[in-house]
Nanobody, 124 residues
């Protein structure tokens, strides 16, 4: 199983970026996917998840209304559209896949597979 995240870069505050996570080696439709991020010196934190069966989404309060997660089951890829970016969004963003239950959907332990991360830097 491989998860390949891409799309990170340098952007000014208020700008937008779209991250992609292409997967291979798993039955994509059968798994929930998520984005986490880790800022320098901080713990990895949950950003968003999209469920396997009905593609419902769930977001961290810090990104709600600014970020949108989606999935393309035909391309085995998930996306994270990030808008109104803030300097505090600066982090390495990781995509993850697995079968979390409701109580673990925002925890890293709920996901089995991880991508390598892509760096997002937001300048003020």
């Amino acid at each position: 199983v491989q998860l390949q995240a891409s799309g990170g870069g340098l952007v000014q505050a208020g700008g937008s970026l779209r991250l992609s996570c292409a997967t291979s080696g798993l039955s994509f439709n059968g798994y929930s996917m998520a984005w986490f991020r880790q800022a320098p010196g901080k713990e990895r934190e949950f950003v968003a998840t999209i469920f396997r069966s009905v593609s419902n989404t769930y977001y961290a309060d810090s990104v709600k209304g600014r970020f949108t997660m989606s999935r393309d089951n035909a391309k085995n890829t998930v996306y994270l559209q990030m808008g109104d970016l803030k300097p505090e969004d600066t982090a390495v963003y990781y995509c993850a896949g697995g079968t979390p239950i409701a109580s673990t959907r925002s925890y890293a332990s709920g996901y089995k597979w991880w991508g390598q991360g892509t760096l997002v830097t937001v300048s003020s």
